[in-house]
């Protein structure tokens, strides 16, 4: 019977002060490993027949959502009923936002109903700042237009992190070295900007490349490598990490055409056969199969896909338990 409904023991000393989780910029390296530790501890949780610890009992979570989302919306849903709190959803399509009404009156009235932690996805970059300081509730951001996407930064990490060592892996010094290359937008990656600050704290060299017109003017500023030609490096990195390629932020093509762009930067079977043999093939998605990848590599044994997926629950469960410890 215990095992149905025990909190797993968290094998951790350090604290966690953050009331807002809303870049992984703002996160310390400790801070950043104790989210690993905590997800470890709750990864197996999903493997119970009762899928559920009672770590948040009584706490009521509001997910706002402005921008589609499969992965994360659900990934967020089920980690906070696994961890026995309440969640309401709540989409733009069908509700006031479609009357006029202001984001922070939105998040004032859902407030109103005694919300413990906001978590929202909004297409404007910075919109899960202004929240923070617009509601008393804690804020975690599922993604904001271009910023980052803190919660998929850190599920990739771990993955990364239980790939290379196991689950002895959780540590500071687990990715230092390992080589990520970043492949395709950029310059609308919430998801590399995410990774990137993470990556590079943990010691990881990280290179970004893809054409020109995708990669953001200074970007080495942030610790990283540019290369515009896929073929220059993909036999030498450890991961291969494929961005979606973001047809709905471009206002203009930065490419002559999707065709085109997958010969120079899709990852298919004969390019994979130039990687290392171990090479992680990572993406966010949704996955634009035959652009950012092919199906024979997208389904193939390099690939991670999936559990990035199963990793995002653990993850947000770690998140969502850390926030809620955390007193106004
Ligand atoms: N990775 C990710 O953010 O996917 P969704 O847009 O489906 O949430």
Redesign the pocket.
């Known amino acids: 019977m215990a095992d149905l409904v025990e909190t797993p023991e968290l094998k951790t000393e350090e604290k966690w002060t953050k009331k807002h989780l809303l870049s992984v910029e703002e996160l310390s390296k400790e801070e950043i490993v104790l989210v690993m530790k905590t997800a470890a501890s709750f990864k197996e949780v999903s493997t119970r027949t009762v899928k559920k610890v009672p770590a948040l009992r009584g706490k009521t979570i509001a997910n706002l959502f402005f921008e589609?989302?499969?992965?994360?919306?659900t990934s967020f849903e089920l980690a906070a009923k696994r961890l026995s709190a309440d969640i309401v959803n709540f989409s733009s399509t069908g509700s006031s936002t479609s009357k006029g009404e202001s984001l922070k009156d939105t998040a004032r009235n859902i407030e109103a109903m005694n919300v413990d932690i906001i978590v929202m996805r909004h297409a404007s970059s910075g919109s899960a700042e202004y929240l923070s300081r617009s509601v008393k509730a804690g804020v975690v951001n599922a993604?904001d237009g271009i910023h980052e996407?803190p919660t998929?930064g850190l599920l990739d990490i771990y993955t990364m992190m239980e790939q290379r060592k196991g689950a002895e892996g959780f540590h500071a010094k687990a990715l230092e070295g390992l080589k990520v290359c970043f492949i395709g937008d950029i310059l609308h990656s919430r998801?590399a900007r995410s990774n990137i600050w993470g990556l590079t704290k943990l010691g990881a060299k990280v290179i970004v490349c893809g054409p020109p017109t995708l990669i953001p003017r200074e970007i080495e500023k942030l610790g990283v490598k540019v290369c515009y030609d896929l073929d220059e490096v993909v036999s030498e990195v450890d991961v291969l990490y494929l961005l979606r390629i973001q047809l709905e932020r471009q206002q203009g093509m930065f490419f002559p055409s999707i065709r085109e762009y997958a010969g120079e930067y899709g990852l298919n079977g004969e390019r994979l056969r130039r990687a290392k043999k171990d090479v992680l093939v990572m993406h966010?998605?949704?996955v634009n199969r035959g652009v950012e990848l092919s199906s024979e590599v997208a389904d193939g044994p390099n690939s991670v896909i999936l559990d990035q997926v199963t990793n995002g629950v653990a993850v947000r469960m770690a998140v969502l338990y850390l926030v809620a410890g955390v007193k106004a």
């Open positions: 589609s989302s499969t992965r994360t919306r993604g996407h998929q998801v966010p998605g949704p």
